[in-house]
């Protein structure tokens, strides 16, 4: 049958944490294995409203709150088409944060409530698995200093933390915490048996909503 979709599975975490190392990893040993797979990553700074973002993470420029927001969550909607196209065509989608991280970032801001922050993400592509890779501050701390981008610092990724730790209360999304502790290849290798489940389980199953 050619009407297999392809999965969508979202690395989220903290800074770090190793989402992009390890969605390098996974997106090559899917391909090795004769799976087709893709990576994508949010914020997609290549496009417009991405140059936006981008910008205002350099802190090139300033935005407002709400506003800011708001774009990172048009950005993930303006690759929705795209994303949608390529899981029809039995590509899984190796996503290095998502509506989570965004959701995570805004609401760790003082005055905005979780619920507030998700919904301009509501009805986004659900992801069949999202696996949070879990890595205290401290060790975090010790795989090098911090960028001098917006949100790099200590005392804000303890409060992202925080607000992820909310989010994973949420039974309705597939989370999955991954001691992000251990080496590479170790974490390589549960992330790699997960997503293999996940690609045989959802092959069959609809793309479903995120928070619907
Ligand atoms: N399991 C691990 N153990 C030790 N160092 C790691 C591990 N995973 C990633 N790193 C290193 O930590 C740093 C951050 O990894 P990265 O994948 O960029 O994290 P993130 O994308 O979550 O911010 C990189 O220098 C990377 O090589
Ligand atoms: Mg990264």
Redesign the pocket.
């Known amino acids: 049958m050619s009407c297999r979709r392809g999965a969508l599975i979202v690395l989220e975490?903290v800074?770090?944490?190793?989402?992009?190392?390890?969605c390098k990893k996974l997106v090559r040993a899917l391909q090795q294995s004769g799976r087709p797979a893709e990576m994508m990553r949010f914020p997609d700074r290549t496009t417009q409203i991405g140059q936006l973002i981008s910008s205002y993470l350099e802190k090139k420029n300033n935005l407002e709150d709400h506003t800011v927001h708001l774009l990172f969550s048009a950005n993930r909607w303006e690759l929705v088409p795209l994303m949608k196209k390529k899981l029809e065509q039995g590509i899984t989608l190796v996503v290095?944060r998502y509506a989570f991280s965004g959701v995570a970032f805004t609401s760790a801001k003082p005055d905005f409530s979780l619920e507030w922050c998700k919904h301009p993400d509501v009805g986004l592509p659900k992801p069949d698995l999202v696996m949070f890779?879990q890595l205290n501050p401290s060790v975090a701390a010790e795989?090098?200093e911090f960028g001098t981008e917006r949100y790099e610092t200590s005392t804000f990724q303890r409060t992202v933390q925080q607000r992820f730790e909310q989010l994973m209360k949420d039974p309705s999304v597939n989370w999955k915490v991954i001691d992000?502790a251990?080496?590479?290849d170790i974490?390589h290798s549960d992330i790699k048996v997960l997503c293999e489940n996940t690609i045989n389980m959802s092959e069959n199953l609809p793309i479903g909503e995120l928070w619907k």
């Open positions: 975490g800074d770090k944490a190793g989402k992009t190392t390890q290095d890779l795989r090098g992000a251990r080496s590479i974490v």
